[in-house]
Structures are given as structure tokens and as C-alpha cells.
């Protein structure tokens, strides 16, 4: 099984700020990365597929980048209903598997 | 509307059994493989099954395989999963989503075990 790492686990960072989100794969998933936000009593809202292409309803300050085992979730200029837990996942092999999740929490 | 909406869970002895549905509709169902997921409470998220267009091929992680089988009415647009043998560790809440991009998930179910 393919083991998601995400780093850090959670990330403070004030409004208006950076925030970088980082997963790594334990062996090559060739671009086959989703990105899911989720907040509180909700379920995983799609973010970002197939490591870049951003989903209907983010705005351009979201952006997925990387290929093979390295994989980035970028927010720029944070607003405050982007504080969430965010979850990547590989589809490239079964069992799909996630990572532990990055909670961004406002510092 | 475009959605998913899953119904079943409940409050269950170990050893006991559920079955879970997940209603689709607003999209051509019998078109996108299904998949289950599940949350225990404060927790990630876990594969639990997929399940092709016409639920001929079907996987499952290694901690369900043998308890718990998928199938679909493709004629009535609903998935199901149906869950024996089970487990403490099998309190989650239960999502089940579309299959391509991963773009539809349901608001979930939610399965207590506990005696």
C-alpha cells in the first residue's frame, strides 16, 4: 500500500499570509494526487485533481503542484474561511490511500 | 440537484450487521465507478471499496474484505454496502463518492459499534 505523508501537521499562519501544505508518496503515484478541504461536521470537499487542476468554486489563490512522490497544496494571501483541515489522496494504485491531514489553523 | 445521499447507519452490536445506501441523482449513475470512504470520529479518512460502472469488479481494503460487500442497482441509481462481523474499529462515519475525479461526496452515514 502506498503510504500519503503530509507535512506539517498543522501550520499556523495569519490572515492574509502564505501557506504551503506538503504530501509525499512512498513510491511514485504519476500525478495521480486530489487535494480535499474539509471543515468541521462536513464532509471532503474536492480541491485540486490530478496534482494540479483546480476544482469549480476555489479561487485562483489555491494551486497543486509536484509529480512522482513530491506533491504541494499553495494558498496564497489566506482568508479566513480557508482555515480547515486538509487531506491528500493517491488514486494511482489500490488501495487508494490518504495522508494524515494538515490542520492550517489561524496564528 | 447533482448529489449523493447516504442513509442506514445506525447503532450496532459487535458481531452485528447494516446496510448502507447511497442514493445518487441530478448525473448518469451507471456512467462513474462508486466508491465507499470512511471518518472514525476525530479521524482521517479510509478507503473503504470501490465498485465499476456495473458492479462486475469490485476491491476492498484489507480490513473489510470478507465482512463487508458492495454492490449497485444501477436501474434505481443506489449503491450499497453491506456490512457484517462488525467491529468497534468500524465506528466511522461512512461517505460515499463519485468516482472519476472524486468531485461528489455525500453528507455520510454514520455506524456506531459498541455493546
Known amino acids: 500500500e502506498i503510504v500519503m505523508t503530509q507535512s506539517p501537521g498543522t501550520l499556523s499562519v495569519s490572515p492574509g499570509e502564505r501557506a504551503t501544505l506538503s504530501c509525499r508518496a512512498s513510491q511514485s503515484v504519476s500525478g495521480k494526487v486530489v487535494w480535499y478541504q474539509q471543515k468541521p461536521g462536513q464532509a471532503p470537499r474536492l480541491l485540486i485533481f490530478g496534482a494540479s487542476t483546480r476544482a469549480t468554486g476555489f479561487p485562483a489563490r489555491f494551486s497543486g503542484s509536484g509529480s512522482g512522490t513530491e506533491f504541494t497544496l499553495t494558498i496564497t494571501s489566506l482568508q479566513s474561511e480557508d482555515f480547515a483541515l486538509y487531506y491528500c489522496q493517491q488514486y494511482d494504485n489500490w488501495p487508494y490511500s490518504f495522508g494524515q491531514g494538515t490542520k492550517l489553523e489561524i496564528k | 440537484d447533482v448529489q449523493l445521499v447516504e442513509s442506514g447507519g445506525g447503532l450496532v452490536q459487535p458481531g452485528g450487521s447494516l446496510r448502507l445506501s447511497c442514493a445518487a441523482s441530478?448525473?448518469?449513475?451507471?456512467?462513474?465507478?462508486m466508491h465507499w470512504v470512511r471518518q472514525a470520529p476525530g479521524k482521517g479518512l479510509g478507503w473503504v471499496s470501490r465498485s465499476d460502472t456495473d458492479g462486475t469488479s469490485i476491491s476492498y481494503a484489507d480490513s473489510v474484505r470478507g465482512r463487508f460487500t458492495v454492490s449497485r442497482d444501477n436501474a434505481k441509481s443506489t449503491m450499497y454496502l453491506q456490512m457484517n462481523s462488525l467491529r468497534a474499529e468500524d465506528t466511522a462515519m461512512y461517505y460515499c463518492v463519485r468516482g472519476g475525479s472524486f468531485d461528489l461526496w455525500g453528507q455520510g452515514t454514520l455506524v456506531t459499534v459498541s455493546s
Open positions: 441530478g448525473f448518469t449513475f451507471n456512467t462513474y465507478w
